[in-house]
């Protein structure tokens, strides 16, 4: 079994920044993609940003140059350095990670969430 763990949520004034953490732990083999979605109320779960483990980023256009996605392979951690907050950024945040085992399968592995609440 697989556990991501999130950290770093909480309550910021809008133009504030906030950065969320990401901790992968328990039987690893190795890791692939990983990324953080968000979800509003009353909204689909939505992606954020991914990184491939070789570095490689991709952003929603809602965060692009806002937002920046990081990874420490060493750690099986993803960071998510949030500047500029919107009120619209509220939302829970959730990390993700596509996890291989040595039977050449992939899971995916869910976080249990972090909320970030943005005041206006």
């Known amino acids: 079994q697989v556990q991501l763990v999130e950290s770093g949520g909480g309550l910021v004034q809008a133009g504030g920044s906030l950065t969320l953490s990401c901790a992968a732990s328990?039987?690893?083999?190795?890791?692939?993609?990983m990324g953080w979605y968000r979800q509003a109320p009353g909204m689909q779960r939505e992606l954020v940003a991914g990184i491939t483990p070789g570095g490689s980023a991709n952003y929603a256009d809602s965060v692009k140059g806002r937002f920046t996605i990081s990874r420490d392979n060493s750690k099986n951690a993803i960071y998510l350095q949030m500047n500029s907050l919107k009120p619209e950024d509220t939302a829970v945040y959730y990390c993700?990670?596509?996890?291989?085992?040595?039977?050449?399968?992939?899971?995916?592995?869910w976080g249990q969430g972090t909320q970030v609440t943005v005041s206006s």
């Open positions: 993700n990670g596509r996890f291989g085992t040595r039977w050449n399968s992939e899971y995916d592995y």
């Open positions: 328990g039987s690893i083999f190795s890791i692939n993609v």
